[in-house]
């Protein structure tokens, strides 16, 4: 199976930077697509970026133009490079690994972004 680790939350204050790692099992993880979803308490699960097998990106309109998000297949590696961080971005952020091929989805167990003076 699939196994996923997300690091690199913690505090920082409004208009700071993180940077957040998701480490694959290393398991064929070029061939599936990535991304980060975040959920605050009292919120749905949302999409914030995406990152496809073939290396195209998507964003949610929220955070276009501050967070990017990349991979290193050989490291079995995916990054989200916050900048310019708003109190609402605080959240819990989850690494997710989708099937190019099944669409099979994995998910971890998340990290805490708190955005805060």
């Known amino acids: 199976q699939v196994q996923l680790v997300e690091s690199g939350g913690g505090l920082v204050q409004p208009g700071g930077s993180l940077r957040l790692s998701c480490s694959g099992s290393?398991?064929?993880?070029?061939?599936?697509?990535m991304a980060w979803y975040r959920q605050a308490p009292g919120s749905q699960r949302e999409l914030v970026a995406r990152i496809t097998y073939g290396d195209r990106t998507n964003y949610a309109d929220s955070v276009r133009g501050r967070f990017t998000i990349s991979r290193d297949n050989a490291k079995y590696m995916v990054y989200l490079q916050m900048n310019s961080l708003k109190p609402e971005d605080t959240a819990v952020y989850l690494c997710?690994?989708?099937?190019?091929?099944?669409?099979?989805?994995?998910w971890g167990k998340g990290t805490l972004v708190t955005v805060s003076s």
């Open positions: 290393g398991v064929r993880l070029g061939l599936y697509h």
């Open positions: 997710n690994a989708k099937s190019s091929q099944t669409g099979i989805e994995y």
